[in-house]
């Protein structure tokens, strides 16, 4: 009867010690992966992935065109660039999902280069 109590101890004794091993290297592991990819560039490439920001209906000889947030998110902090340089322009201030505004802008007349960045998503560089 002695053999098989101390049998049973020494089952549960390495139970408690694989369940005990099976939790630290869990958290060990995840302190691993949340110092290689935290948190802010994970939620950061997820919003990414939602967002969606298009430039429409360009017209260089009239100044104007459409913003278009095709996205699933609201976007703000818009900045209009045109040949690479920093464009003052009637900006709208956030932009929520399936929204569009015309923005004006100055230009001279010829093909220029059009890019609007906010603060998640860019357009496509259009050349117009």
């Given at each position: ?14 139970l ?7 939790a630290?290297?869990y958290v ?8 290689s990819?935290p948190e ?20 260089g ?21 045109i040949?690479?340089?920093i464009v ?5 201030d ?9 923005i004006?802008?100055d ?5 220029h ?16």
């Open positions: 009867m002695s053999k098989a109590i101390s049998g049973l101890i020494v089952m549960v004794l390495l408690m010690i694989s369940v005990s091993l099976v630290a290297i060990w592991s995840s302190s691993i992966a949340f110092e990819y802010e560039s994970i939620s950061r490439s997820y919003l990414r992935s939602r967002a969606c920001l298009s430039l429409e209906e360009i017209d000889v009239g100044g104007t065109a459409t913003l278009r947030n095709c996205g699933l998110i609201p976007l703000s902090n818009f900045t209009l660039y040949d690479g340089e003052s322009s009637a900006l709208p956030d932009l929520d999902p399936n929204e569009g505004e015309t004006t802008f230009v001279q007349t010829g093909e280069g059009y890019l609007v960045v906010s603060d998640i998503i860019e357009t496509p560089y259009i050349t117009k």
